[in-house]
């Protein structure tokens, strides 16, 4: 009986060294030799593999910056500048200073603004309503309101508005990874710049048709009038495809485009409100446009 | 004696043909006309009149671009109002050229004398560079060009012209009526067809639902050579191309390949009258046959009306509009898509209009799937249709590939039959969609 228990205990333990010091030469043979920085940069990026970075996760993009030497054309938006200024530390590199960035709905057809027509009974998903028909409203450019895009969010900074039907950007969830500008089947959501204390100002529309078919879905269509482009000092603004687009690195956020706007299609968030002297010279509607977002 | 069918999975859904003894009603000319451009499947054709134009009935107004096009013919005589974006069956905005018609006065050279013609003239190529000009496309629905079917690779052999007169969806009766009104105008464009092609077969399929039509056209083929009609079993989609082949000859199309694969050319009972108008009466393709009817509609109607047409012309003339419309329908109920707005034009692919009361319209409810198969059971293709429907919206496309979503022809049956009233083919369609992009784009790398 001690006979075979011995025995075995022998035979197994002999197998386990042997395997050991095959296993040993084998792993020195065949080590894979990894960067350490690549750990450390990964160590110091959110872990939220959004993609954000244009890359497959975290991982991904640190293998990639350490293998690129240089932090030009890459950037984590989650972490920001933080984040990369102490990659750059790490790495003995230099980041450049990138201005954060916000998801911005250029939409305001609301169920008020742009009044459904028909009724919709299909599958709850923007991609196939958007391949099967223009939309409730009319507006083959506006937004079907079915929330592609809050379900791409993985930050909770989308949700949608039951009364307007437009999903709604929650300013300080959003992270600008780019999940719901992809996720729209129509391109309505931008990143763009948050700009000086959260001020941004930014055409809500994305409608290129003339502007009476446009305003004829929708009352707060941009009717591609180029009142604002007129109005503007500083060339911010464009209109191409009877649409008016404000460039956000040129705008001095001087809000003039705003108050000439005949559809009120042009944003402002978060600024102060207006003096009443300057409302009253320019005769423009006393309310603000009526904006859907907040962000 | 059994009827003729294909093999695997179909279904059944009540024929509800009601405008089936209506007669062909020509249309009077409505004051304006918008005929899209975009009218066939491929690049739309390009327009060669401008605003202010004159144009007679008949003239050519846009021209066909790249291979796959088909020209476009002036619906009516008037003044060109403008070239503009109309809004097309989808809402979608298309380019159309508006025409303020006047009293009608066709282009010289057309023949509009009721006298059929019967000796084919025209050699194979002319035929085929007639319809060309004619801008015939494939009336069942498809809108595919017809001389690029008629155009037959090298090395390929076609034994059989199939012609599709089974008009399988639920509703629909122009193809019914057009057989029972122009059988001998069908049967003459059957030949010419079967001259272009250089087959001496002709098969002309009908659902058995259809006995009149059948009689009809078996009496009129003692006429002519090589045309032969079979009854076919009642059985939803019997007249897919692929599902109307496998029964007249038992042959089966390829996974991804054409019908031409298995030897055989499917056109539509509506083409080979519109190939017989083109090639005998020099008449290009401006007008068709348009079912006004459904539970909804105050009169079941068949109208011949110009392309150009808007939708609620068509219904005014039905009774007008009904109160409690819920739907309105292009096309039959299996396969037909929801107007988005009633001022949309009739295109040549308009084979119905189907007005549905609201209490019919409505989806059933959207309930689990119960895994009872039943889709799997109808549908034509042998795809699994549930699989499909689920792998989609979890954006595993190779999956979906592997399991051939792109095989489907949306024939709506799995959503028919499904008891959980589970939008399957929305899905599928939206796989399709996304699929047939990526295939592209592997294609062009």
């Known amino acids: ?295 | 004696m059994i009827l003729k069918t294909f093999k695997l999975g179909g279904v059944h859904p009540p024929e509800n043909k009601v405008s089936a003894g209506a007669a062909i009603q020509h249309l009077p000319l409505p004051d304006k006309l918008f005929v899209p451009l975009s009218q066939h499947l491929g690049t739309p054709a390009k327009a060669i009149v401008n605003r202010g134009d004159d144009v007679k009935t008949g003239q050519l107004i846009a021209k066909s671009v790249g291979f796959i096009s088909a020209n476009i013919h002036s619906p009516a005589t008037g003044k060109v109002a403008k070239i503009d974006q109309i809004i097309d069956q989808t809402g979608y905005k298309r380019t159309a050229v508006f025409i303020d018609t006047q009293e009608d006065v066709w282009e010289e050279g057309i023949d509009t004398s009721p006298d059929i013609e019967r000796t084919i003239k025209l050699s194979k190529e002319e035929i085929i560079q007639r319809i060309n000009d004619m801008g015939v496309v494939g009336m069942g629905g498809a809108t595919f060009p017809t001389h690029i079917k008629m155009m037959i690779p090298e090395g390929k052999q076609i034994q059989y012209l199939i012609i599709n007169g089974v008009e399988c969806e639920p509703y629909l009766t122009s193809d019914h009526i057009l057989m029972m009104e122009k059988g001998e105008e069908i049967l003459i464009g059957t030949s010419i067809l079967m001259k272009a092609l250089g087959v001496d077969k002709a098969m002309v399929g009908i659902e058995a639902n259809k006995p009149d039509a059948i009689a009809h056209l078996t009496k009129l083929t003692e006429k002519f050579q090589g045309i032969t009609v079979h009854a076919l079993k009642v059985k939803y989609p019997q007249g897919g191309e692929k599902q109307l082949i496998k029964a007249l000859t038992g042959r089966e199309v390829p996974s991804g390949k054409l019908p031409l694969e298995t030897g055989c050319v499917v056109d539509n009972v509506g083409t080979a009258y519109a190939v017989y108008e083109a090639v005998q009466k020099n008449k290009p393709l401006i007008q068709r046959v348009v079912t006004v009817t459904g539970n909804a509609a105050r009169k079941h109607a068949n109208f011949l009306v110009r392309v150009g047409t808007p939708i609620e012309y068509l219904i005014e003339h039905a009774g007008g509009m009904p109160a409690d419309l819920g739907k309105l329908i292009s096309g039959g109920p299996m396969m037909g898509k929801a107007l988005v707005s009633p001022e949309a034009p009739i295109t040549k692919g308009s084979s119905g209009l189907l007005l549905m009361p609201e209490t019919e319209a409505k989806r059933a409810p959207i309930k689990n799937c119960i895994r009872c198969a039943r889709c799997i059971s109808a549908c034509p293709m042998g795809l699994e249709p549930f699989l499909l429907a689920q792998l989609v919206p979890l954006d595993k496309w190779d999956d979906a590939e592997a399991n051939r979503i792109m095989d489907c022809i949306e024939c709506g049956s799995c959503h028919y039959i499904c008891p959980s009233g589970r939008p399957l083919l929305d899905f599928i369609r939206l796989g399709k969609d996304k699929v047939g992009k990526i295939i592209r784009t592997r294609v062009k790398q």
Request: charged share 20%; proline share 6%; net charge neutral.
């Open chain 1, 1 to 295: 009986m001690d006979n075979i228990i011995l025995n075995a205990v022998i035979a197994l333990s002999g197998i386990g060294v042997t395997a050991a010091v095959v296993l040993y030469f084998v792993a020195q043979k065949f080590k894979v030799i990894e960067d350490p920085r690549i750990d450390v940069v990964e160590a110091i990026l959110p872990g939220a593999n959004c993609g954000g970075c244009g890359f497959a996760g975290c991982r991904a993009f640190a293998e990639a910056i350490v293998a690129a030497g240089n932090l030009d054309n890459l950037n984590c938006p989650v972490g920001g500048n933080t984040a990369m200024a102490e990659i750059a530390k790490v790495l003995g590199l230099e980041a450049e200073e990138k201005e954060p960035l916000i998801a911005v709905l250029r939409c305001n057809g609301s169920l008020t603004n742009a009044k459904p027509k028909v009724k919709y009974d299909g599958p709850l998903t923007c991609a196939f309503a958007h391949n099967l028909y223009s939309g409730e409203s009319g507006c083959p450019f506006g937004c079907l309101g079915l929330g592609d895009c809050v379900d791409s969010c993985k930050f909770d900074a989308l949700y949608m508005d039951k009364a307007t039907g437009l999903p709604v950007v929650i300013q300080d969830n959003c992270v600008a990874c780019n999940a719901c500008v992809k996720a729209c089947p129509r391109g309505i959501f931008e990143l763009r710049p948050k700009g000086k204390k959260d001020r941004r100002i930014y055409v809500g529309c994305i409608n290129e048709e003339k502007g009476a078919p446009a305003k004829k879905n929708c009352e707060v269509a941009c009717i591609g009038c180029g009142k604002c482009v007129k109005e503007c000092q500083f060339d911010a603004i464009t209109l191409i495809n009877n649409l008016a687009y404000i460039d956000p690195y040129k705008c001095k956020l001087c809000r003039k485009c705003a108050l000439v706007c005949p559809t009120n299609s042009i944003h402002e968030l978060n600024f102060p409100p207006r003096k009443e002297k300057l409302v009253e010279k320019v005769d423009a509607p006393t309310e603000p446009a009526p904006v859907a977002t907040e962000g």
